[in-house]
């Protein structure tokens, strides 16, 4: 199971997201070169906070969450993000932190099962490490 059964506990909570690079960035609302978003827009943007809205299940496994980010004074713009993790292993907010959740964010509400936002708004995808506070980022690589 990709999330620990704890996790539950902070929906209506605030968590950070730390943007990292991955495998890029790109808006999900458009298709071809244009697409991709440069890195360094989305470094700028810094640790995102985070309230969980609610948790989603895949194969009766816990493996992500929507939230609403808290302050959408970045290059993002967005209100609405889902996270899910793509890593194996057992992970939390606290003591092992996943090494990769994709992400995407964007203004509409997520819809579907897995969710996903879909809009003609500009919606971005791209990957990141989840945590319950901004210190639990230092000790983690960035490497994915």
Known sequence: MPLAEKCRLYKGR????????????SR?????????VDYSTVE????????????????????????RLEES????SASWIVATVMAEGLY???ENL????DLELGNNSPTGDPPHIR??????????????????FDPVSEKS
Do not use: H, M
């Open 92 to 94: 939390d907010f606290t």
């Open 28 to 36: 999900l609302d458009l298709t071809g070169p244009t697409s991709a």
């Open 44 to 67: 700028r943007a810094g640790l995102l906070s985070c309230r969980i809205e609610e948790f989603f299940e895949t194969k009766s496994q816990l493996q992500g969450f929507i939230g």
């Open 14 to 25: 605030i968590v950070w997201i730390k943007p990292i690079y991955g495998w890029g960035w």
């Open 119 to 136: 809009s003609n708004e500009p919606v971005y995808g791209g990957f990141g490490i989840v945590g319950d506070s901004p210190e639990r």
């Open 98 to 101: 996943g090494s990769r959740y």
């Open 73 to 76: 004074a970045t290059v993002f």
